[in-house]
């Protein structure tokens, strides 16, 4: 799963954030817990399930509340956390950590995510942040700062308490949205409770303080699926697949977020890799960047502003002739609806790509759920198995090499299709199930009817199971570098760092790399 991008390091893939609340599950809570590992195993490099100490809980009047500091059910869950992260500990395979939310007062000092280097580790739920961090010192563990943009002192990060040794980077983005800055891209609407994103906390807010301030991202899902599509990945380069060496990444920053595609950076500075420090007055940027789809832009911030752009939208063209490497995006769901009286369950599909004169180089999912399978990869196909709930749907990303007239066939659930890689690559194709949805509405409203009859006429497409292959997109289109000479650093202390967007909406943030003056 790495890639060798940087100075010999490889890039690695993790989620530190896939939240287990006991009270918030109906199933066994260590199966639940323990299955969530053998959904890391099959696209995670690294993974913490991040132990929720709180419990919910109703007053004499109804009113709900969250407990606060610890309780006497912590320790036998934290013990069962630890066991199983000692278990499933893999070096070369999956890395795992054990983590919690930190449960003191949260509403003063802001969440904080609390990571250890080792096995049977202590459970600190020290009432304030000052605290544990003197615990976490002494011990070698880490706080890492989660949905920081709320308002500060409630709920948000309050940065006049921070430590580098302690939090050498923070969440930028999670299931809450990003916590980059309140004019930046991509808000924090989910958690109405909690939102909007005020001024005083964001990742912003912390990089103007100058301080040393690393950017990752992770999830903080509860649906037991770690690494969900969407809600935030971290990337880090390191020397191996072991916990030393991934620890050893955190600790000096080389780490990054997306939003759910694998976006992968390469960003320096001088001597400087992303998370590093160099000094000097001129500043000589190199960044390359390999999509996962169509890349928009890259952009370039210094002290929080935007000094460069590059656009890639619309600076290439689909080549003509000659072997090439395309990324391909299948997205398979929609369906009946519910909401139309239809009797809707969870729809599997079990399907093959392959092709005449194509080599798969690659294939990555865009997965929400532990539902969802790549069975088999070879050089000349992918095996695939998805499950949609109604009105939802699921992707995944190959890479082909071929040529123009080399040929894409999917089969499977009564699609046959095949089309050219020059096809794909002038437009996308949907394929409606629409014979599914016409024996669909006999069966189950013993309706017979023949086109026309209905009043609504699109009944049909509307309630049909689909497949779109997205537009294929050529290397050119998917990979961009920027490269530049700022000669006018600001004196004392600077920082740079990318923020990279993709046509389908998806962003990364590389860390920083500061020069000091």
């Known amino acids: 799963m790495s890639d060798d991008l940087g100075d010999g390091m490889k890039l690695y893939w993790g989620d530190l954030h896939c939240q287990f609340k006991p009270q918030w599950t109906t199933r ?30 109703h ?12 309780r006497e059910h912590c320790a036998e869950h934290w013990r069962l956390v630890c066991d199983l992260v000692k278990k499933h500990h ?59 943009a709320y308002a500060p002192c409630d709920r948000g990060k309050d940065w006049d308490c921070w430590d580098e040794q302690v939090s050498p980077f923070a969440e930028i983005l999670s299931g809450h949205g990003s916590s980059e800055g309140c004019n930046t891209p991509i808000g924090m609407p989910v958690n109405m409770s909690m939102g909007p994103r005020t001024p005083g906390g964001s990742i912003q807010d912390g990089l103007a303080r100058g301080y040393r301030l690393g950017i990752g991202a992770s999830g903080d899902n509860n649906n037991g699926y770690p690494g969900k599509h969407g809600t935030g990945l ?18 000096a920053r080389r780490v990054y977020g997306v939003t759910g595609d694998r976006i992968r950076l390469d960003f320096r500075l001088n001597d400087a890799f992303m998370g590093g420090v160099t000094a000097g007055d001129v500043a000589q940027i190199e960044a390359r960047v390999i ?14 502003r935007v000094i460069a752009t590059h656009c890639h939208n619309g600076t290439w063209q689909p080549p003509a002739t000659g072997t090439l490497r395309v990324k391909l995006q299948i997205e398979q769901g929609w369906g009946p609806n519910p909401g139309a009286n239809f009797e809707v369950g969870r729809r599997e599909w079990q399907m093959r790509l392959s092709g005449e004169g194509i080599t798969v180089r690659g294939v990555e999912g865009c997965f929400t759920g532990g539902e969802q399978r790549i069975d088999a990869v070879t050089d000349g196909a992918v095996e695939y198995t998805l499950s949609t709930a109604p009105r939802s749907t699921q992707s995944l990303i190959v890479e082909l090499e071929g040529d123009v007239t080399s ?24 394929i409606a199930l629409r014979e599914e949805a016409r024996a669909a509405i006999r069966e189950q409203f013993a309706c017979e009817f023949a086109p026309g009859d209905l009043e609504e ?37 600077a920082w740079y760092y990318l923020r990279v967007s993709q046509l389908n909406g998806q962003y990364a943030w590389s860390s920083p790399i500061w020069v000091d003056g």
């Open 457 to 493: 006429g699109d009944a049909l497409f509307h309630n049909a199971y689909k497949v779109k292959l997205h537009t294929a997109i050529p290397e050119a289109g998917y990979t961009a570098s920027l490269s530049l000479r700022d000669e006018e650093v600001p004196s004392g202390r």
């Open 291 to 304: 999509g996962s789809q169509a890349i928009d832009r890259i952009e370039l911030l210094r002290n929080n």
């Open 28 to 57: 066994d809570w260590p199966s639940f817990l323990g299955e969530s590992f053998e959904h890391a195993k099959r696209h995670l490099d690294f993974y913490s399930p991040v132990y929720y100490p709180a419990l919910f809980y």
């Open 234 to 251: 971290i990337a880090c380069y390191a020397e191996e697949l072991t916990r030393e060496a991934i620890w050893e990444a955190f600790r």
């Open 90 to 148: 893999e070096p070369g395979r999956l890395v795992t950590f054990p983590g919690y939310e930190w449960n003191g007062d949260r509403t003063r000092w802001g969440d904080h995510n609390v990571f250890y280097p080792f096995d049977d580790a202590p459970l600190d739920l020290a009432l304030e942040l000052p605290d544990l961090y003197d615990h976490l010192r002494k011990v070698g563990g880490l706080a890492i700062p989660h949905h920081t």
């Open 59 to 70: 007053t004499e009047t109804r009113m709900k509340l969250e407990t606060v500091g610890p």
């Open 407 to 430: 040929t894409v066939r999917l089969e499977g659930e009564g699609i046959d299709a095949a089309y050219t890689l020059g096809e794909l690559m002038d437009h996308g194709r949907l």
